[in-house]
């Protein structure tokens, strides 16, 4: 900050120092005037001239340093009080944007909260004709034609609940409720819900829960299996999906593997990332989205996400779960 100030203050200072080496040079060439005394008003200007950056510094310095280490986040209450003319406009430039950023904040997440709330009516509205057509598929008498609707019923499905947890995805913290839950009930409706897809790859589940009573959300950890298992189903043919529970000191761990096409070792460290798609297999019907979102489900949740895979093999999610006495905090929100 000290450079910064002599940087600032440069021309005054050489303006300073040119007057003195002036009254130096004009006693060296004039003989009538006597050099000595000249050259020791020169270094009392000199020292006094030091004094006053000193003080000038101490007293204008805390303001810019203070603006420096200013945090935004349209907080003013880190600025300090202005004690000079220029500090003043400085100030109050900075408050007056610093209004207007908030009123245009404040109007822009109106509009986006209605939006959200609009999109979130109407998913709920598409459930209905979704569940009344789920009932006519399952009067069909054409197994053939069943499968195929039921699958695309399914998609439909899938991508509409999808969307509506990624609108839920920002207000998460306040719509979360910790309980105890069973696994394998949960584990067996997500399975159930894959039945058509899953028979129609011929994929099979070998479920071992030796770990069943976790705490978490219900709801949303649904949302985190049901990404890990239509990734597992959707990247998968005639295999089975192994789904097994374990304890190891004090955490229940979920592991969710399968023998599919696997994930290329250079795509590992960015699945998570928002709208990430394989680069070794393009998949123009990907959205990119689903393993965000479960991540981003999971650190709310205190849930440790891993992942392996080798290509050609198969991949292997493992979920870590905390320990009770870390749900503490969370159950207080």
């Known amino acids: 900050m000290f450079k910064k100030f002599l940087i600032e203050r440069r021309s005054w200072i050489l303006l300073f120092l040119f007057i003195q080496f002036l009254f130096l040079f004009i006693a060296y060439i004039d003989l009538s005037i006597p050099f ?26 805390p303001f810019y340093k203070a603006l420096e280490e200013w945090e935004s986040g349209l907080d003013l209450s ?39 709330d609009d999109l979130l009516s109407w998913i709920h509205e598409v459930k209905t004709p979704l569940t009344a057509m789920h009932l006519m598929i399952e009067r069909l008498e054409d197994e ?13 499905h899938l991508l ?21 839950i069973d696994l394998q009930p949960l584990v067996f409706k997500e399975i159930k819900n894959l039945q058509s897809w899953c028979i129609q790859k011929g994929i099979g589940f070998e ?5 069943d009573e976790i705490l978490s ?4 950890l649904a949302f985190i299996l049901r990404q890990l298992l239509t990734n597992a189903v959707k990247y998968s043919v005639s295999s089975d999906i192994i789904i097994r529970s374990t304890a190891e000191n004090d955490h229940t761990v979920l592991e969710v593997k399968d023998f599919g096409r696997g994930i290329d070792a ?20 990907a959205t990119g989205m689903g393993l965000y ?21 198969g991949t292997t999610f493992i979920l870590t779960f905390p320990k009770s006495n870390d749900f503490v905090n969370l159950t207080r929100m």
């Open 36 to 61: 000595t005394p000249v050259a020791y008003i020169v270094f009392l200007s000199l020292i006094i001239f030091i004094v006053f950056l000193a003080v000038r510094y101490n007293k204008e310095a």
């Open 78 to 116: 880190g600025i300090m009080d202005a004690n000079s003319p220029f500090e003043r406009i400085v100030d109050e430039s900075i408050i007056e944007q610093t209004k207007k950023l908030k009123r245009t904040a404040a109007r822009n997440r109106l509009i986006l909260e209605q939006e959200r």
């Open 144 to 156: 053939k034609m069943k499968a195929q609707l039921t699958y695309e019923w399914l998609r439909i």
């Open 160 to 180: 509409l609940d999808q969307q509506l947890h990624e609108k839920r995805i920002s207000f998460i913290e306040n719509d979360l409720h910790i309980e105890k």
């Open 207 to 211: 479920v071992d829960l030796n770990a």
């Open 217 to 220: 959300d219900e709801k949303w």
């Open 266 to 285: 250079k795509d590992l460290p960015r699945i998570f990332d928002k709208g990430f798609t394989s680069t070794t297999h393009p998949d123009q019907a």
């Open 293 to 313: 979102l479960a991540k981003k489900a999971a650190t709310s949740l205190m849930i440790q996400i891993q992942v392996s895979s080798r290509p050609g093999t």
